[in-house]
């Protein structure tokens, strides 16, 4: 079977022959979902010049001819306009602004254009051709382009497509956390490892030849002189256009006076029109005027004057004089933020918040733009600050956030997307919002009949019905349920930390299994076709996770089945699938295995070992599966394909698949959002 991904059982077996050596390759038992072939054993002589590496292209030589060796997957390349993308963008990460009235904001669920004349936005988002919707700094550049750094690389806009570089070309690391100019209109990036420069082409390292060269780069600004100022996570350097390093650190052992106290875990960095350096860190407000340091911190705790509340500095804008406005982002303890901080050179301290109509008090940046607005990005949207005047520019909330953490469909097929703190009905290719769950979070799922149930993160079973409305089965009230499945068109299975239960809203029963194996803590079950229960849980300690462990329920008959070694340390994440023949998989991360009589057999798969975050059949019979990183691949009779949106990787962490009949591919993620892809035929 050419391009089958197969693997055969059998050994290797080297024997000397003076002038040549003679291997044997007796294959005879497969591994996985293969036709089964009895190949006998196979000589090969080699001359005595062979070396390793001959022989192990003749070994792969040898399985590629028997249909054997993992084929390179064919690349499927998917239109964008067959392709729709649901995200939240509530919360503003960077802000620029473009020439009239234009503002642009990176957010967790893309990039948003907001004309500030008309309030109106549009989300660009990977079906729009961005690499990825996790947009973390923006930056306008003219002549017209917009450049941005998402955790997939960067990328330019000129207002009518997108430009994408490759993370591995050029890049220190995937994530651009941040994006600048300098004074002689080199174009700088911030990465997890350190500063890059655009070359016109691509992208090139900048070392700065110090033990933190290679260390996060938070934020970076341009000097008046056109010198750049990057922020590490422990170091700040400056940049001269000169091309020589300054660097500003603290010791551990060793005191430094060139740097005030608790000089570390730095965020951000402003400079004003006077030349002072503003940075921020975890520790507070530092200002550099070229020969000395001023430190403003949260004085509380000594009861001086006003000071500021929270010592962590997320960003910090600079206005006219000696005016100063920062915010503290999501300061620990204060889960509901604290607003803008602002000042005028002192260390007294004045708060706007949501008193004062701002639409948070979760602030992430402050920028002003070139009239002298300050703009705010925040946990709600965008807020525009104009004296004593606010005005707030919500976001287009079309998910409640960019969690999915499992896509259902119920009997009549209807189909639903369960988020971390919300449910959407999704009908076609439009998404209806339904009314906020009743519980601070979801953790489980099911759709059955026309009714979705809903468990709690913490606790309790909700239900929603055709009356529009949440209720709450008393039967599991203040009882954790971790996991929920169908069993069959209007029944639920439910796994309790007591038990398995089998029922509908309001009538439950314990399904009878006991005794269970000593230390077995059953986490999900399935049923199959033939009514047995397969539950998958923990068992014992292995490090410092549970061990993975399987029970099958045959009647009155508990079987307990061995695992493959790989996926014990899943636990969590392990769970059951069934391909259209009634065939069971074990799935997690570790891989994909399929149970027969004699064991399980690996299923050959395109994605890394530990990397395996969702598989589904389709009705075609086709199984698709998603890597933890960017990847989405199909295999149809035999042969991989991987799916590519206009000829970039899908989008990572994809957490849930599922295909309505042949009319559409649903894509659940748990930081990219919902997306859905038209099929057409045979592959999308």
């Not at 005595?48 to 390179?72: D, M, Y």
């Not at 700040?236 to 060793?254: A, C, N, P, Q, R």
Request: with cysteine.
């Amino acid at each position: 079977m050419p391009g089958s991904p197969a693997l055969w059982a059998g050994s290797f077996t080297f024997v000397e022959d003076f002038k040549n050596y003679i291997f044997r390759v007796p294959l005879k038992q497969k591994l996985n979902d293969c036709h089964a072939h009895d190949m006998g054993t196979s000589l090969f002589r080699l001359s005595a010049p062979a070396t390793a590496k001959t022989l192990i292209a003749g070994i792969l030589a040898l399985l590629s001819l028997c249909g054997c060796a993992q084929q390179e997957p064919k690349k499927q390349n998917i239109p964008l306009d067959r392709i729709r993308c649901w995200t939240n963008n509530d919360v503003i990460r960077d802000i620029a602004f473009a020439p009239g009235e234009r503002v642009w904001a990176a957010t967790p669920g893309g990039l948003l254009s907001l004309d500030r004349s008309s309030g109106q936005c549009v989300v660009y988002t990977v079906a729009s051709g961005l690499p990825s919707n996790n947009v973390l700094c923006v930056l306008y550049r003219a002549p017209g382009t917009l450049w941005m750094g998402t955790d997939q690389g960067a990328a330019c806009f000129d207002g009518e497509r997108f430009t994408c570089f490759d993370p591995e070309a050029g890049h220190l690391d995937s994530a651009v956390t941040a994006i600048a100019e300098g004074g002689d209109s080199t174009l700088y990036a911030g990465t997890e490892r350190g500063i890059m420069r655009f070359t016109g082409t691509g992208w090139e390292p900048v070392n700065d030849s110090h033990e933190f060269a290679r260390r996060p780069v938070r934020a970076m600004a341009a000097d008046t002189d056109g010198s750049m100022w990057f922020v590490k996570e422990k170091a700040l350097s400056h940049y001269s256009l000169d091309g020589t390093w300054e660097i500003f650190h603290k010791e551990i052992l060793i005191p430094n006076r060139r740097v005030p106290p608790l000089f570390r875990y730095l965020l951000c960095i402003a400079v004003d029109s006077s030349n002072t350096k503003w940075v921020g860190s975890e520790h507070g407000l530092y200002g550099y005027n070229n020969q000395s340091w001023q430190w403003y911190f949260d004085r509380g705790r000594i009861g001086t004057g006003r000071g500021l509340r929270n010592n962590r500095i997320e960003t910090i804008a600079p206005g006219a004089g000696q005016q100063i406005f920062v915010a503290h982002g999501d300061s620990p303890g204060y889960g509901d933020g604290l607003g803008i901080a602002f000042s005028k050179g002192t260390d007294q301290w004045s708060y706007l918040t949501t008193a004062d109509g701002l639409p948070s008090n979760r602030i992430f940046k402050l920028k002003h733009d070139v009239g002298h607005i300050l703009w705010a990005g925040t946990a709600k949207g965008l807020a525009a600050i104009e004296g004593q005047h606010i005005k707030a520019y919500p976001a287009p909330r079309l998910l409640p956030d960019n969690h999915v953490i499992d896509l259902l469909a119920d009997t009549g097929g209807r189909r639903y997307a369960l988020l971390a703190t919300g449910l959407i009905a999704c009908r076609g290719s439009t998404l209806q919002e339904i009314p906020a769950l009743p519980v601070k979070g979801a953790g489980a799922g099911i759709a059955v009949n026309s009714r979705v149930y809903v468990a709690g993160s913490e606790s309790g079973l909700y239900s929603f019905t055709e009356s529009n409305s949440w209720e709450q089965d008393s039967f599991f009230a203040g009882r954790k349920v971790l996991h929920l499945e169908k069993n069959g068109p209007e029944q639920v299975l439910a796994v309790a930390a007591d038990g398995i239960y089998c029922g509908a809203a309001g009538n439950w029963e314990k399904i009878g299994i006991d005794p269970m194996p000593a230390g077995f803590v059953p986490l999900k079950c399935f049923r199959d076709h033939q009514g047995a229960l397969w539950i998958t849980g923990a068992s014992g300690r292995i490090q410092a996770g549970a061990r993975s462990a399987l029970l099958i329920a045959r009647d009155r008959y508990l079987e307990q089945v061995a695992l493959p070694a790989l996926s014990l340390s899943y636990a969590y994440l392990n769970r059951i699938i069934f391909d259209q023949d009634h065939a069971a998989y074990f799935a997690g991360p570790a891989g994909l295995y399929r149970y027969t009589s004699s064991g399980w057999q690996t299923v050959s798969l395109p994605v890394e070992k530990g990397s395996l975050s969702a598989a589904a059949w389709d009705s075609a019979g086709r199984l698709w599966i998603a890597g933890r990183d960017q990847c989405l691949f199909m295999r149809d009779q035999g042969i991989w394909q991987e799916m590519l949106f206009a000829g970039k990787p899908a989008p990572g962490g994809i957490t849930s698949i599922a295909c309505d009949h042949d009319t559409a591919l649903w894509l659940g993620t748990s930081n990219q959002g919902l997306l859905r892809i038209e099929m057409q035929g045979k592959t999308p």
